[in-house]
């Protein structure tokens, strides 16, 4: 009796040892095919995260490769060091282009209404002036160029600038300025094309002044 229970209980022993054999071998298996299983749990990387890495990468190259090329259209324009002299040399040759055209015409007779070499009246030197030196057409009396172009105070005048006069309420009469308070104009009947100073009758008549677009 004691010899079965003996028995008994060492088949029980080996049963268990076969069981333990078996869930150890199991659970080294398990341990094995882990990383497998752990890898099958991983979120997916989503495309948006895909995206946010290629578009940080790109940003970066954009940023290490900014050059003027990125400016304001406006600045990227600006002329400066030799383009802003070449402008300004520019400018200086259509005044000096302009008053060397009045200054020849010096001595052509006042003739009332006249536009041509044959008399001119103030206007009609003015308008002669800026369209057969500069090419630009201006209004045919004083009154209507008054109205054109820029502003100018009288003590920021330069040479090109118009100069208007008037004996009552209109502007009647108009010069061009060139330089050293002196204006060229045709002054009246009986008088021819002359150069005068910007002052005494002049200055007591002087009402306005412009500066003409394109010179």
Not at 127 to 147: D, Q
Not at 176 to 200: C, M, W
Request: a positive charge.
């Amino acid at each position: 009796m004691k010899l079965e229970l003996l028995h008994g209980r060492s088949g029980a022993l080996r049963n268990t040892h076969k069981f333990a054999f078996r869930l150890s071998s199991l659970m080294l298996m398990a341990a094995l095919s882990a990383p497998a299983f752990a890898d099958s749990d991983l979120p997916a990387v989503r495309s948006t995260d895909v995206q946010t890495i290629s578009t940080s990468t790109t940003h970066n190259s954009v940023l290490s490769g900014l050059d003027n090329t990125t400016l304001p259209q406006d600045l990227a324009m600006m002329p400066s060091g030799p383009a802003a002299a070449t402008a300004s040399s520019a400018k200086e040759g259509r005044v000096q282009q302009l008053l060397k055209r009045a200054l020849t015409l010096l001595g052509t007779p006042y003739r009332w209404g006249g536009t041509t070499t044959a008399g001119f009246d103030c206007s009609g030197l003015v308008g002669y002036v800026f369209r057969t030196a500069l090419g630009i057409e201006l209004p045919r009396v004083s009154r209507e160029m008054a109205t054109r172009g820029e502003s100018v105070r009288r003590d920021q005048l330069i040479e090109g600038d118009l100069v208007f006069f008037s004996r009552g309420k209109v502007v009647d009469h108009v010069g061009i300025y060139i330089g050293n308070n002196q204006f060229v104009h045709a002054p009246r009947t009986g008088r021819d094309v002359s150069v005068s100073k910007l002052e005494g009758y002049w200055s007591q008549h002087f009402v306005s002044a412009r500066r003409v677009a394109g010179i």
